[in-house]
């Protein structure tokens, strides 16, 4: 009996700014093995309207939002194999203010002086965007936020989901009393 299965998809949740957070079967690690430069910033709001702009599930927990990884920063993630993704970004600012934003990721400039505030429509509002972004050169993933020509760059989480990786295999398994004797 020969079964195939598909391959197990890459999915990696990061909590920008903030520590590893379990929220049921979810779970949103902790940026500080992926990202240099910034620094971690908690907003402490008692509450962030996720409905507004619509998140997609998995909404991240209040514990993720409210905190942000600020000022210039990259990340780094050598564990994304080459493939096409995904990459969910998710923003809240319960502040305000003049941010204007530049994202980069593998190289590519998806957003420039983009203000989370304007997007939202005001302030602890969360908003995401999503990009498709191809990784073809074997070193994974790098994601570059600097401030563009505004005071602040921040996000509160970071998503990233395979949607065909160039190693994705199927998985076959073999079952039988003499597995040694089945052609594949």
């Known amino acids: 009996t020969i079964d195939v299965a598909e391959a197990p998809a890459f999915t990696l949740r990061i909590n920008s700014g903030g520590p590893t957070i379990v929220d049921g079967a979810t779970t949103w690690e902790d940026d500080a093995p992926y990202v240099s430069g910034g620094s971690d910033f908690n907003f402490g709001s008692s509450s962030i309207d996720t409905t507004t702009n619509s998140i997609a599930a998995p909404v991240p927990p209040l514990a993720v939002l409210n905190t942000v990884r600020h000022r210039d920063h990259t990340f780094d993630i050598p564990s994304v194999p080459d493939g096409i993704y995904t990459v969910r970004i998710i923003w809240t600012d319960a502040n305000g203010g003049d941010r204007q934003m530049d994202y980069e990721i593998e190289g590519v400039l998806v957003l420039e002086d983009w203000n989370i505030v304007a997007e939202a429509g005001g302030t602890n ?3 995401e965007r999503e990009f498709e972004v ?49 052609e594949v």
């Not at 073809?136 to 996000?155: L, P, R, T, Y």
């Open 125 to 127: 509002i969360a908003v």
């Open 134 to 182: 191809t990784v073809s050169d074997g070193n994974g993933m790098q994601i570059e936020a600097f401030k563009g020509s505004g005071n602040d760059v921040f996000e509160s989480a970071i998503e990233i989901i395979s949607l065909q990786a160039e190693d994705e295999a199927p998985i076959i398994t073999i079952l039988g009393d003499n597995p040694a004797s089945v």
